[in-house]
């Protein structure tokens, strides 16, 4: 017997649509404390999860290779949004490589693999180019709603950077 939310699931146009993006950005700071930002729990946490407006209902931040990340947050308390992540290869100072999806309440909106690279620029200064490449599913999420939520995140890291160096 199917439930009432599986035949409503079952009326849903089924679609993917693959896409990737890239952002670079040049921090003032060197790849050590970029990379801090993102393996340390706590500065991960401010630039990465405390949004203001947003509740977190749970997070958790295990950053190896083969370590996972996720956590659940909801801007309205109506609708939450989940995301799962596994950290596929790190190499300190120098490259992040994941695997995450996100979900709107119980359904999946998208699996991506993202790649972080820190290369040195100038004096002190960090190049980081972030790609993405995505599933995004049934037309509930869409790449250019990722990308800019990864530029506001890499914006807030900027803060992190310059605040908490």
Known sequence: ?????????????????????IIE????ASPARVFRAFSDADAHHRWFVAEEGWDVIEY???????????????????VFYHNDTLYQDIVPDNRIVFAYTMDQDDKRISASVATVELKPEGDGKTRLKFTEQGAFLDGFDKAEFREEGWQGLLERLAVEITEHA
Do not use: L, P
Not at 4 to 21: E, G, L, Q, Y
Not at 25 to 28: F, G, K
Not at 60 to 78: A, L, M, P, T, Y
């Open 25 to 28: 950005r040049v921090y003032d």
């Open 60 to 78: 958790n931040h295990d950053f190896r290779v083969g370590g996972r990340e996720g956590g659940r947050f909801s801007q309205d308390g109506k």
């Open 1 to 21: 017997m199917t439930s009432a939310a599986n035949k409503a699931d079952d009326k849903i146009a089924r679609s993917v649509t693959h896409a990737m993006f």
